[in-house]
């Protein structure tokens, strides 16, 4: 009768060996991707990061009369204000703000042209006389590129509305937005004067 020899295979250790080789190769990249998942994440978050600080009052009227009085320029870009001020019409009209003017601006405009006190004084008493209830102003302190390969934009600004009789703040908010490099520095601005008002509290 003949007999079968059964000889151990010698690939078996070599295979457990592959196995558990594997194994490890997985936990590592799991633990491994775990980290640069949450910096992915992270960074995604930060990319569009509005922090804001609020002050909030009474409710204000969407029904009452409106305008918008300049804002000021305090960052590096000529003429920025001017850019933010056409978004934010459209913005507070969106909010159903449809009674609102703005404010005449002084003839001699050109770029090189500074935020100026006077200006604002000047266009809050033209609203005074208008019989206006709201002014919605505020003031640009960042908006530019950044440095670097990706260049993306960065803005930083703050609104706010006061009572144009008395010329009391009754509502204000401030933050700032970075986006991706292929964004523009208006479409982030209009982001960010979004976020602002949607804490306006309007009836």
């Not at 690939?11 to 196995?19: A, G, M, N, V």
């Not at 991706?180 to 479409?187: D, E, H, N, V």
């Amino acid at each position: 009768m003949s007999q079968v020899n059964q000889r151990p295979c010698r690939y078996s250790t070599h295979c457990l060996q592959r196995r558990s080789s594997a194994l490890g190769d997985t936990a590592m990249h799991t633990y491994l991707s775990k980290p640069l998942l949450w910096l992915v994440l992270l960074s995604l978050w930060l990319s569009g990061c509005a922090v804001t600080d609020v002050h909030r009052s009474d409710p204000v009227s969407r029904q009452a009369s409106w305008a918008l009085l300049p804002l000021a320029n305090h960052s590096e870009t000529p003429l920025a204000g001017h850019k933010a001020e056409a978004s934010l019409m459209t913005l507070l009209q969106q909010r159903g703000i449809h009674s609102l003017r703005q404010a005449p601006r002084p003839d001699a405009m050109d770029l090189l042209s500074l935020p100026s006190d006077q200006d604002y004084q000047a266009a809050l008493a033209w609203a005074q006389q208008q019989g206006v209830r709201y002014g919605v102003t505020g003031s640009l302190d960042e908006w530019q590129y950044k440095a670097g390969l990706d260049g993306e934009p960065a803005i930083g600004m703050s609104l706010r509305v006061v009572d144009v009789n008395s010329g009391d703040i009754v509502w204000s908010a401030s933050g700032a937005r970075t986006g991706w490099g292929f964004s523009t520095t208006s479409g982030v601005a209009q982001k960010l004067m979004a976020d602002l008002l949607d804490t306006l509290p309007l009836q």
